[in-house]
């Protein structure tokens, strides 16, 4: 059995002038966990592999293509809030 994997992908941080605050644009897909084929977040088995696909909290980070660690995506935010 593998697990669906949320990928959130994060955009380049952007200014809003009206509340004068930067964000980011967060994006959101889902693999299977086997075969890192893109899924649905509902789905009950992967198209790809054919795995029975079972929920999971697990979620992992990116930024432009590069998978952030823990200490990088903490370094993301702390820019972020700048």
């Known amino acids: 059995m593998a697990s669906i994997i949320k990928l959130?992908?994060?955009?380049?941080?952007?200014?809003?002038?009206?509340?004068g605050k930067y964000t980011n644009e967060v994006t959101e897909e889902y693999v299977?966990?086997?075969c890192?084929?893109?899924?649905?977040?509902?789905d009950n088995f992967c198209w790809q592999c054919?795995?029975?696909?079972?929920?999971s909290a697990r979620v992992?980070?990116?930024h432009a293509g590069e998978?952030?660690?823990s200490e990088k995506f903490k370094e993301?935010?702390?820019?972020?809030?700048?």
């Open 32 to 34: 299977c966990e086997a």
């Open 76 to 82: 993301e935010e702390r820019e972020c809030l700048k």
């Open 50 to 55: 054919g795995g029975k696909l079972e929920p």
């Open 8 to 19: 959130e992908n994060i955009k380049d941080t952007s200014f809003s002038p009206v509340t």
């Open 60 to 62: 992992e980070h990116y």
């Open 67 to 69: 998978r952030l660690t």
């Open 36 to 42: 890192r084929h893109l899924v649905g977040r509902e």
